[in-house]
């Protein structure tokens, strides 16, 4: 279950009202130049392994962190906790957190390995979407106390965000009223995303996050 959240966290940060309308500027670098619609396909694999790379590693270094914390469970639970819920305020734009605001890559995708290092940069300025997703995601990477654990959270959380990302790059063109009706209701979305995250945040900091898990095996 604690994986099923992770890929939610993943595919919310993709559906993100604001991540949506930057989606046409990201397929037309891939497409750039591409004379072949398996081209711009192949790029945009290639910039969600770049990502997905990044951020496996640091499930990696989180799970790590988490387990050489492990006798300071219960403290370790609250902190991390209390940071979701932190950015489950920042979404609903109740308190301001600047440093969750991307930047400008300044990537431009040629090939395959130049998609490969836009997902990087990508992932390392991340987006105003993604910053409070990934953060949430890492929180419950360093919680669970294992650096594989940590390691495939953070890997299930890259499909979440990723696999709609290719499925997009394909289906730019069908999916223009969906970016409509998003961009239309960004405010309800994000309040909607931010109780999720508030949501998961209490029940990281009050230890329940395991006993729900637990309900579900």
Same mark, same amino acid.
């Given at each position: 279950m604690q994986y099923?959240? /992770? $890929?939610?966290?993943?595919? +919310?940060?993709?559906?993100?009202?604001? @991540?949506?309308? @930057?989606l046409p500027i990201y397929i037309s670098y891939?497409?750039? *130049?591409?004379?072949? %619609?398996?081209k711009t396909f192949v790029r945009a694999i290639?910039?969600?392994?770049?990502? /997905?790379t990044v951020f496996t590693l640091l499930?990696? $270094?989180?799970? /790590?962190? =988490?387990?050489?914390?492990?006798r300071y469970e219960t403290v370790l639970n609250i902190i991390c906790g209390v940071i979701v819920i932190i $950015? =489950?305020?920042?979404y609903m734009?109740? &308190?301001?957190?600047?440093?969750? %605001? =991307? +930047?400008?890559s300044g990537v431009k995708v040629k090939g395959v390995f130049s998609a490969f290092l836009f997902g990087v940069v990508y992932s390392i300025s991340h987006t105003p979407c993604v910053g409070a997703f990934l953060g949430a995601a890492l929180s419950q990477a360093t919680s669970a106390g294992k650096s594989l654990e940590g390691m495939l959270l953070l890997l299930?959380?890259? !499909? *979440? !965000?990723? &696999?709609?990302? &290719?499925?997009s790059a394909l289906l730019i063109d069908q999916l223009q009223k969906a970016f409509a009706v998003v961009k239309k209701h960004h405010r309800v979305i994000n309040i909607v995303?931010? +109780?999720?995250? +508030?949501?998961? *945040?209490?029940? @990281?900091?009050? *230890?329940? @996050?395991? %006993?729900?898990i637990a309900l579900f095996e």
């Amino acid at each position: 279950m604690q994986y099923f959240l /992770t $890929f939610l966290e993943g595919f +919310i940060s993709f559906i993100s009202p604001c @991540m949506l309308p @930057m989606l046409p500027i990201y397929i037309s670098y891939f497409a750039a *130049g591409a004379d072949k %619609k398996y081209k711009t396909f192949v790029r945009a694999i290639s910039f969600v392994l770049g990502f /997905t790379t990044v951020f496996t590693l640091l499930g990696l $270094f989180a799970g /790590t962190l =988490g387990s050489l914390l492990v006798r300071y469970e219960t403290v370790l639970n609250i902190i991390c906790g209390v940071i979701v819920i932190i $950015f =489950g305020l920042s979404y609903m734009e109740v &308190i301001h957190l600047p440093f969750l %605001k =991307g +930047i400008n890559s300044g990537v431009k995708v040629k090939g395959v390995f130049s998609a490969f290092l836009f997902g990087v940069v990508y992932s390392i300025s991340h987006t105003p979407c993604v910053g409070a997703f990934l953060g949430a995601a890492l929180s419950q990477a360093t919680s669970a106390g294992k650096s594989l654990e940590g390691m495939l959270l953070l890997l299930v959380y890259s !499909l *979440g !965000l990723g &696999i709609p990302f &290719i499925l997009s790059a394909l289906l730019i063109d069908q999916l223009q009223k969906a970016f409509a009706v998003v961009k239309k209701h960004h405010r309800v979305i994000n309040i909607v995303c931010g +109780i999720f995250l +508030i949501v998961v *945040g209490l029940m @990281m900091a009050f *230890g329940l @996050m395991h %006993k729900f898990i637990a309900l579900f095996e």
